[in-house]
């Protein structure tokens, strides 16, 4: 039987893979550089969401850092 996770646990794994994404992008050098100032703005959102336990705004934070990929 698989693990059932809530927001509470996906968020934070979510925000993790995207900090590993900036990463990813710094090694491209300047022009990774507008894919991360976005990566940011969403985790700044994402941590807001989270401290403040808005669950509306938890869940519009989790869908965007969906979309960002390698």
């Keep these: ?16 893979r995207v900090r590993k ?3 990813i992008y710094r090694e491209v050098g300047p022009a990774g550089n507008f894919a991360i100032a976005m ?3 969403a985790l700044a959102k ?17 869908k965007e850092l969906q979309d960002f990929t390698e």
């Design 39 to 41: 990566m940011e703005a």
């Design 1 to 16: 039987m698989s693990e059932t996770k809530t927001l509470g646990d996906k968020l934070p794994e979510e925000c993790a």
């Design 21 to 23: 994404l900036i990463n």
């Design 46 to 62: 994402a941590n807001r969401a989270m401290i403040s336990g808005d669950v509306v705004a938890m869940i519009a934070a989790y």
